[in-house]
């Protein structure tokens, strides 16, 4: 998730830049001279180091000494990493108390055999005095030849002989004159944050959507969605908010962002699109791939580079219930329920009681519905208000050192760490919620506290899902608008559904919120089974500790997959479009 180590305030009791600066000669020393064992010395016993395609074209999280020796002495000579210096972003800091237990934080940039990168070092004082490093970060920020078109680098703008602007924009997303480079499957957030990458390094890149707007995608999910997340995480790259935009971004605003995003960044998306077919041949290593435009015509586009970006979450899973097909009212998943107003004195059970169970069940009960949540399992719930912030931390807050900044802590934080600070991350939040974690259960709803779990980080790395972040659905539950129902659905009935124990309930609507198939079976149904046998899983944590499938090689060539939420996006989105740069240059061999 996006837990960043900062919940503290940084000291001053500690000389943080001579420390972080006598750290960072040694590795400088050690690193440039390509001497392993200096490198790992300066390493503590039990630590981490987490490249993000700097020494090898992957991600990838190396753990003690052990694991960190064997990847350098097989990656650190060809990356040549030079001229390791001080960041001048941000300065170092210890951040802990008093006691010196905490950590000293070093940003640092540096440049490698195929461009620039930055790193985040964070060190721990050990027994005899000696400061180490806990963990190592190193990202590569730019290859050289394809830097970003940003800020001092930003493009002058084009003066056309006997063309307009408009005319131009309308040739290049039309693709008259050539084909993309890179073909994206999918407008939602990571699918628009690729291309804008794409597109600031010089790269054709097509976005196919198969609704008819851009932010479709959000528009069209229930009346009633706003985004968990505050605006200082769920923000896009090179394109920050208004100053005047809301902490919690209602859906059909998010639309209406992605439509003035895919604009301002100029990216070619072809809307109300839908991909009839895609082929990858072997001997031309180019995917073709069936288009089928809005105004019914054909067209065939070829590309070394296909991106999945239809959703980690996008295919409902619905449990195989016997019965279903006899209950005489509706049964719906949450991805299709889009307001409980037709709902007004009905009798609904959601079935479910995770973020989306959660929203569309305050939204049944608001429209004045008689609303149930049936609760299969003991739930994780921390609040918006006050818990969240403890998974989050004060990076992505107004005071905290800003998106840049906050994006490389988070990165610099391999997910194993995240884990297994989780526990104490989740005792936190239920300290902080601890009044309304009582109230639901003196209602009969079941707390998972988060010791075993991990909470909403453990969850969250491991399956995406199954908590709740509460936006109000909550206090329903305690005073009664919502009620409970424990058990396990056994069947539906005519008029509604029975529990395993044999308890029946009677209702006219079921809205199952029970999750999503992972993305490797949305693979296989859109791009078929000769790719889908071929890549890895998606999401979970693979035996490093990183994200399988996503942003990374995924065992079938020129085939690539993105998602999760905007933050994932805007941060990994970066070292998903250089592996694919990388390759369509020949920088990677």
Same mark, same amino acid.
């Given at each position: ?70 990847? !350098? ?82 493009? %002058? ?132 791939? %069936? ?139 239920? %300290? ?143 070292? !998903? ?13």
């Amino acid at each position: 998730m996006t837990q960043t180590e900062e919940t503290f305030s940084p000291s001053t009791s500690i000389d943080a830049e001579s420390i972080a600066s006598a750290w960072l000669y040694s590795f400088a020393q050690a690193v440039e001279s390509g001497n392993v064992a200096d490198v790992v010395g300066l390493f503590a016993e039990s630590s981490w180091w987490r490249d993000a395609v700097v020494l090898s074209w992957n991600l990838r999280t190396l753990k003690d000494h052990e694991g960190i020796q064997a990847y !350098l002495a097989e990656h650190l000579e060809g990356a040549a990493l030079r001229e390791i210096e001080l960041w001048d972003g941000a300065k170092p800091a210890y951040n802990g108390p008093d006691d010196g237990s905490g950590y000293v934080e070093v940003f640092f940039r540096f440049r490698t055999a195929f461009g620039w990168g930055l790193g985040d070092a964070r060190l721990k004082r050990g027994e005899e005095g000696e400061w180490a490093a806990w963990t190592v970060m190193t990202s590569l920020q730019e290859l050289d030849g394809f830097e970003l078109a940003v800020g001092a680098n930003r493009r %002058e703008g084009e003066r056309i002989p006997k063309q307009s602007w408009s005319e131009l924009r309308r040739r290049v997303q039309e693709f008259e004159d050539e084909d993309p480079q890179v073909i994206i499957l999918g407008g939602g957030q990571g699918g628009l944050t690729a291309a804008a990458y794409l597109e600031l390094m010089g790269v054709r890149a097509l976005v196919i959507e198969r609704n008819d707007r851009v932010g479709d995608v959000w528009r069209k999910r229930y009346d009633s969605l706003v985004l968990h997340d505050p605006i200082w995480l769920d923000q896009m790259a090179f394109m920050p908010y208004p100053e005047a935009w809301p902490v919690y971004t209602p859906k059909d605003k998010v639309g209406d962002w992605f439509d003035m995003y895919a604009q301002a960044m100029d990216l070619n998306v072809w809307t109300g699109s839908e991909m009839t077919g895609c082929t990858y041949s072997e001997d031309t290593r180019e995917w073709t791939v %069936e288009v089928r435009r809005s105004n019914g015509e054909t067209r065939t586009v070829r590309a070394p580079h296909f991106i999945l970006a239809t959703g980690v979450f996008t295919d409902p899973h619905i449990p195989d219930i016997e019965g279903m097909h006899d209950f005489e009212g509706v049964v719906r998943h949450t991805t299709t329920h889009g307001s409980g107003k037709p709902w007004a004195g009905k009798r609904a059970l959601v079935v479910g009681t995770g973020n989306s169970g959660n929203d569309v069940a305050k939204d049944l009960a608001d429209h004045g519905a008689k609303v149930d949540m049936l609760q299969r399992t003991p739930t994780y719930v921390i609040t918006q208000k006050d818990g969240l912030s403890a998974v989050h931390g004060t990076a992505y807050l107004p005071s905290g050192p800003g998106v840049q900044v906050a994006d490389l802590m988070n990165l610099a934080t391999p997910y194993p760490v995240s884990i297994q600070n989780a526990p104490a991350i989740a005792k936190i939040a239920g %300290e902080r919620d601890q009044k309304l974690l009582k109230d639901l259960e003196a209602v009969g709803y079941r707390i998972d506290d988060g010791q075993e779990s991990g909470g909403m980080i453990g969850l969250g790395l491991r399956s995406g899902g199954g908590f709740c972040i509460d936006v109000g659905s909550c206090d329903y539950i305690v005073d009664g608008r919502i009620g409970v129902v424990s058990g396990e659905l056994a069947r539906f009935t005519k008029t509604g559904i029975e529990l395993t124990d044999g308890r029946s309930y009677d209702y006219d609507l079921v809205v199952m919120a029970t999750g999503f198939k992972n993305m490797r079976e949305s693979a296989r149904r859109i791009v078929g089974d000769s790719v889908a046998d071929h890549i890895t899983p998606i999401w979970g944590l693979d035996e490093e500790g990183e994200l399988q499938g996503l942003w990374r090689p995924t065992g079938h060539p020129g085939f690539w997959v993105t998602g999760g939420s905007f933050s994932y996006a805007r941060i990994y989105s970066r070292f !998903l479009t250089i592996q694919i740069v990388a390759e369509l240059s020949g920088k990677k061999k």
